[in-house]
């Protein structure tokens, strides 16, 4: 069944235009741009002989007219600074498909934008509300950086509103998407089969040691925050050796030092400590790792340590059938040049896996840059990606 | 000779009331309240026998009338939260023993007061200027974080300014000082006698990493700034102990890490290296380690490194002739209970070192708190330091 590579790239150049900021987009949820673009997505959707729907929070449905379809997408909004490919992708190549399985007759596929993914509003706010994770009045009261509700945001395309769509009239649900990391591009493969969406788990940590000064504190009577910081960061990359695998990642991305002169012996250090797996198990060992090193270096230190309940978000299995659909597709499309690897960012299939058997495709992201303007992937590897894709969802 | 305890003490309690803030003081330099005290100075030399002098930049002497006397003073303005002994209880020692001296026909002693210790433009400014380390023109282009000049500042001092006071009318300088550490409070002991004020080495260091999803980017592809920057700090504490003394002092103080995201791998780090000590062998030696190891750690990490020139404050011995006399009179007053040590912070006496013999003494600071409202002496430990400077002037 033929996919429409050249209409595919065509209508991904068109997607670009709302928006387009030198090589990047500025389309946000619920911006004039964000809406124009689904406006133009639901007319594309008519013209290839599918159902537009919107439903009350933004979310747009192409629906195939069989009782039951394959729903593949992802979404059309973008980060402040995005890149082009980002969402808009899934979306597309969900498009092209569900073109061709109208057009051929074949099995029947229907295709999704979902809202604010990119997180305006908190991150994923459209499937979220679908799946039930959180109810409408709730993310209503949800609010911007500028301070706009979220009730007032959807408000603005309350004309296009229709019903919440049902999601028992999909057999599943697949969302191709770029890696957003290094690795394909890193190993010359042209797809990744995703395995799962990792789980993550975050603490924010506050250090008390004792400010001083940094010329007549001698080195044994010190209590320095920062240097508690920096040996909790040595010791726990030795202790996390036995217990995490290849894909497990663990950051210290924020730091606060206090007061952060270059005289004073530190009295406070706030960090945050992150680290992300597709186990469960193995997140809350390292947890436990966490709690037990940072105790161990406090005592030798000196240091008082406060810590917040740690944010938990679960890592989410795809679904197994699914899986095999796009691996065999994978092999007889690229042979021996895809993976099957872990999603470490969190995407709109997180959710929707609640409702329905769900998987997620990757293709190989320039340099693994992303949420930028330099974001890219070559237009050989895209056509490759919907080609595993089509396959799957028709083989 | 007595030399007036009781009086030493109320002296102390009434420059207290100038600038006095709960238990602390703000008298920030060429403030109303600094300059509301020196006059009150001025006026206690003249009734101690002495003779008051300005200098163009406000330090303020009270000059014995022998044509040679001992030089005993320090500070008496303050940080912008200050202590109520931080450089006042060296200039009211002084002025305690130099009547006394005047009274008995002692071995005559001057007392000073020098302007701008706490660096309001920059840090001993007075008794830089006096000691010729920066010129009187140089000096009055310095500004405060408030954009005043220096030359504006004493201006409001210009109807009190005489000439510049010639050094060598003074045998030698004791400066007479709280310790602002915890070594005195901790060991028990009633007086240090300093052996040299130590030496400061600085950089500022600007690691270059690679920013990068949280999530997606796998832990052998990231380039770190933060993660270099705690193994480097790891390192140097290994790498040191093979070359510091007891009294060496190293401390990573600023850090600003770049996004400062929870979710974002740390593309930059910046921060201040810092280290002292009264060997100036030993802080090169330390130079060289510190840029060995940051090349180590960078180049295991795939970190670029930027360090700016190092800062550098050269150690000053204190004479040898004017420790022995302190030595001698602490044993005598507290036998067994001083020591001898270095100075971790900077002094007036660092400067005033240049034009003649110059000796430092300290007396415990409690928890070893100072530049905050909360520094304190106990009573007692001020009159035995008054009454062992007093021996070593007179004895």
């Known amino acids: 069944m033929s996919v429409g590579a050249d209409r595919f790239l065509k209508d991904l150049h068109q997607l ?68 082009w490919l980002d969402g808009a992708l899934g979306v597309l190549m969900g498009l092209a498909i569900a073109r061709a399985s109208v057009q051929a007759g074949g099995p029947p596929v229907s295709v999704v934008s979902f809202q604010d993914e990119e997180g305006r509003f908190g991150g994923l706010t459209g499937s979220r509300v679908w799946a039930g994770d959180i109810s409408l009045s709730e993310v209503d009261d949800l609010c911007d950086f500028d301070g706009i509700s979220f009730a007032d945001a959807r408000s603005k395309m309350k004309e296009l509103a229709g019903d919440f769509v049902n999601p028992a009239q999909f057999t599943g649900y697949i969302e191709p998407h770029i890696e957003q990391g290094p690795v394909l591009d890193t190993s010359g493969e042209k797809v990744g089969v995703v395995t799962e969406i990792v789980g993550t788990r975050e603490l924010l940590v506050t250090l008390k040691g004792q400010q001083n000064h940094a010329g007549t504190t001698p080195m044994p009577m010190r209590r320095d925050a920062f240097q508690a910081l920096a040996e909790f960061s040595h010791e726990l990359n030795g202790r996390f050796q036995n217990v995490v ?63 917040s309940e740690s944010q938990q978000i679960l890592p989410v ?45 990757f293709v ?32």
């Open 16 to 83: 670009r235009t709302f928006g387009a900021t030198g090589t990047g987009i500025v389309r946000r949820a619920f911006s004039d741009m964000d809406i124009a673009a689904r406006l133009w997505l639901a007319a594309e959707m008519q013209e290839a002989g599918l159902t537009p729907q919107f439903d009350p929070v933004g979310n747009l449905f192409g629906l195939h007219p069989a009782e039951k379809s394959l729903l593949i997408g992802s979404h059309s909004d973008t980060q402040p600074e995005g890149g």
């Open 245 to 307: 695998a290849s894909q497990t990642v663990w950051t210290i991305g924020h730091v606060e030092v206090h007061p952060n002169a270059a005289s004073i012996v530190p009295g406070q250090v706030r960090f945050s400590a992150q680290w992300r797996d597709g186990d469960a198990g193995r997140l809350a060992c390292m947890e436990d790792i966490v709690r037990e090193t940072l105790a161990d270096v406090c005592a030798t230190h000196g240091i008082g340590a406060r810590l």
């Open 364 to 395: 190989p992201s320039i340099g693994g840059i992303s949420h930028s303007f330099e974001e890219d992937t070559a237009e050989d590897d895209l056509v490759i990606g919907l080609n595993v894709l089509a396959r799957a969802a028709f083989g």
């Open 317 to 361: 299995k795809m679904d197994t059938g699914l899986r095999e659909k796009l691996e065999i597709a994978a092999e007889q499309s690229v042979p021996g040049s895809w993976r099957k690897m872990p999603s470490g960012a969190l995407h709109d299939a997180s959710y929707v896996a609640r409702l329905m058997p769900t998987a997620m495709m």
